[in-house]
C-alpha cells in the first residue's frame, strides 16, 4: 500500500508518497498548488492508495488569512482526490504527529524530525540524508516534507492500535 501524505501551504505543499511496508519514501517534494491540484485531477497522477492530510485546528486561538488560504487549498485537494482517484481520505492533526511520533504533545516540528531521523536512519549522517555518493533514508528531504513524512508516519503507526480510533476518515 502506498500512502500520498500532505502538509498543505498557501501557495506551496509539502508531500511524500510512503510505502507502507518499508516505509521508505518513494516521492516526495515541495510542489506549486496549482500543480499539485493539477496531479491530483489526473495530470501526471500520484500513485497512491490512501490519500492523509494534516487537519487544521486552532485550539480556541484565532487563525489568520494564511492559515485560511491553506485551508482552502486542502479542500480543494481533497475534492480533486474524491473527483478523480477516488482514493480513502484521512487526517491527522498535528498533536497527534507528537504524540505519537514522539511521545509528547509539547514536542515541536523540530523533535519530530529528530525522532524520525532516529528512528529509520540512526546511522545516515547529514540528519539522515547521507550524501550524493552515500544516499540516506532521507536524501533529498527538506522544509515541509518532513511534516508530510510525519504524516504518512503517524497514519501508518496508529493502524491496526487501539488508537486507531484517531484517525478520522473525511
Not at 517534494?29 to 500543480?35: A, E, P, Q, R
Not at 511521545?103 to 540512526?122: M, Q, W, Y
Not at 540524508?129 to 508530510?148: E, I, L, V
Request: proline share 3%; charged share 25%.
Amino acid at each position: 500500500m502506498k500512502v500520498l501524505a500532505l502538509d498543505v501551504g498557501t501557495t506551496e505543499t509539502g508531500y511524500c508518497v510512503v510505502d507502507s511496508e518499508t516505509r521508505k519514501p518513494i516521492e516526495f517534494g515541495k510542489i506549486d498548488n496549482d500543480l499539485l491540484l493539477d496531479r491530483l485531477m489526473g495530470h501526471y497522477p500520484f500513485d497512491y492508495d490512501i490519500f492523509v492530510y494534516e487537519q487544521f485546528t486552532s485550539y480556541g486561538m484565532p487563525i489568520g488569512a494564511t492559515t485560511l488560504e491553506a485551508i482552502k487549498w486542502n479542500g480543494r485537494f481533497i475534492q480533486a482526490n474524491i473527483d478523480n482517484q477516488c482514493r480513502p481520505i484521512y487526517n491527522i492533526t498535528r498533536i497527534e504527529e507528537r504524540r505519537v511520533i514522539c511521545n509528547s504533545v509539547k514536542s515541536g516540528d523540530t523533535e519530530v524530525k529528530h525522532a524520525l531521523i532516529e528512528r529509520f536512519a540512526p546511522k545516515d549522517s547529514n540528519f539522515g540524508k547521507g550524501t550524493k555518493k552515500n544516499k540516506g533514508f532521507f536524501y533529498g528531504f527538506s522544509k515541509d516534507m518532513w511534516s508530510a513524512y510525519a504524516v504518512a508516519t503517524t497514519y501508518l503507526d496508529l493502524l491496526g492500535t487501539k488508537d486507531e480510533k484517531q484517525i478520522s476518515e473525511y
